[in-house]
């Protein structure tokens, strides 16, 4: 899978649980906070998963 699809992915999912956080009515300092977090995580596996393996001689 390409980086990009994960990057749409990930923007859709940061999205939906930042509209979920609104709908409770959770502090907008903790839906920013939390949607960093998810973003973080989110880049740090999208990255993990396309990058191209290193060849050991």
């Known amino acids: ?4 699809i994960f990057l749409i992915g990930l ?14 009515g959770i502090a907008p300092l903790y839906i920013g906070i939390t949607c960093l977090i998810v973003l973080g995580i989110g880049i740090m ?13």
Do not use: E, I, N, P
């Open 11 to 24: 923007v859709l999912l940061v999205a939906g649980v930042a509209w979920g956080m609104v709908a409770v």
């Open 45 to 57: 596996s999208a990255v993990s998963r396309t990058r191209t393996k290193d060849v050991s001689s």
């Open 1 to 4: 899978m390409s980086f990009a």
